[in-house]
């Protein structure tokens, strides 16, 4: 049975060019970055040339650029990297309900450590308010941490407002921009983003490569101690074929955006018109306008989103429930509560998210499906 993708919020395919930029470091070219010799030396300079890249995508200069093992692993070196090194001045963060657990868990742990987190609210679009942040801020707040982009409704939050309400108060400004990266233009430096965190596996390269940026002049604590990798900050032999990948993945998605974005946005809105024109009670979960171009969530009243994943596989169509970390935990997501969705309505979630092997004929397929299944599990 041919298989339909459309959980790329979960993971993307690794694109076929990306692969091949990366083979050769795992083949002949294996040298070690920190080696003197010839093959260390190229892998040295396939590191800093996939830095540029990363940092031509996002503005930045290579040197703000620090590679890390995964999305999860540069959120919560922001976070702990900042508070750390910024506690002597005060020890409140500010986040908001709906980030992604590599940021809420992160949060969580600092509180055990004596720091304060203030968890913001959204709105029933997910975004959250600039005077509830505004009113939050405290004499102690030294850093605000805010998704670009939210992992299971698309919602793209108000982020060159928050950089600048951060910037007058003189906080730090962390974003998780790893659903973002790629999928909608971002400019640090106009933006005013002081961090941001992006992964790899989320555009089209492999999993097990994250970055992480850091603008200069900022200090933060590294979490991983040994040798003098990545200016000290982040021991460890380097991934050297992951951030070659990694670095070919933002050149292409840097060419392609534009393009990327409208055939993405194309498909996402054709199969919302369909929803909303053939399967009755149906809600469209987070805003319309301030939305990532490939995302969709909808709640099918009456339907268990667990047996719809179900029915869907067995028509090899995968697609998620929430976020790819909650399913199996049983819990209605909690940024769908966070928008003030009942149980029921959570429960009956769906969220598609599309990628660039996507076409027109899936989506028609994919639609055809649902208003099947739906119908079955309502009767
Ligand atoms: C996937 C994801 C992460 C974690 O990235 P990994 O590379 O899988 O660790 C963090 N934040 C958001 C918003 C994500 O979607």
Same mark, same amino acid.
């Given at each position: ?70 999305? !999860?692993?540069?959120?919560?070196? $922001?976070? =702990? *990297? +900042? ?6 001045? #005060? ?107 992006? !992964?790899?596996?989320?555009?089209? $390269?492999? =999993? *097990? +490569? ?6 200069? #002049? ?107 970390? !909650? ?53």
């Amino acid at each position: 049975m041919k298989i339909r993708y459309f959980d790329n919020a979960a993971t993307t395919r690794i694109k076929e060019e990306v692969l091949e930029e990366m083979l050769p470091y795992l083949k002949g070219q294996f040298g070690n970055p920190s080696s003197m010799y010839t093959i260390g030396r190229g892998a040295r300079r396939a590191v800093e040339e996939a830095r540029i890249k990363v940092a031509k995508l996002i503005n930045c200069a290579p040197n703000e650029i620090y590679f890390t093992g995964c999305g !999860s692993e540069s959120d919560n070196t $922001a976070i =702990k *990297g +900042i508070a750390y090194a910024n506690s002597y001045r #005060g020890r409140h963060i500010i986040t908001s309900k709906i980030e992604h657990p590599a940021v809420l868990h992160t949060c969580e742990v600092l509180e055990k450590q004596g720091f304060q987190v203030t968890y913001l609210d959204v709105n029933s679009d997910g975004l959250i308010g600039l005077e509830n942040l505004r009113n939050s801020i405290r004499n102690d707040t030294i850093l605000i941490t805010i998704m670009f982009a939210n992992n299971e409704i698309g919602t793209l939050e108000p982020i060159y407002e928050i950089a600048k309400i951060a910037k007058m108060y003189n906080i730090i400004f962390h974003t998780d921009a790893v659903q973002a990266c790629g999928n909608v233009p971002i400019d640090v430096k106009t933006m005013g983003i002081d961090l941001l965190s992006l !992964s790899g596996h989320k555009l089209y $390269a492999p =999993k *097990g +490569i994250g970055a992480l940026y850091v603008r200069n #002049g900022i200090e933060f604590e590294r979490l991983i101690d040994g040798g003098h990798q990545e200016k000290n900050k982040r021991a460890g032999t380097e991934n050297v074929a992951g951030i070659v990948a990694l670095g070919k993945a933002c050149e292409l998605a840097m060419i392609n955006l534009e393009s990327h974005m409208n055939y993405l946005k194309n498909l996402r809105d054709h199969y919302i018109e369909q929803v909303e024109k053939r399967i009755p009670n149906v809600k469209l979960n987070g805003s319309l306008e301030r939305r990532l171009p490939g995302n969709a969530n909808f709640s099918f009243e009456g339907v268990d989103g667990e047996a719809l994943l179900l029915n869907l596989d067995a028509k090899g169509i995968c697609a998620s429930s929430g976020s790819a970390c !909650s399913t199996g935990s049983m819990n209605p997501s909690h940024v769908l509560k966070a928008i003030g969705l009942s149980d029921m309505m959570a429960e009956g979630a769906l969220r598609t998210t599309f990628g660039e092997e996507n076409t027109m004929e899936d989506v028609d397929y994919l639609v055809e499906c649902l208003e099947k299944i739906v119908k079955k599990l309502r009767d």
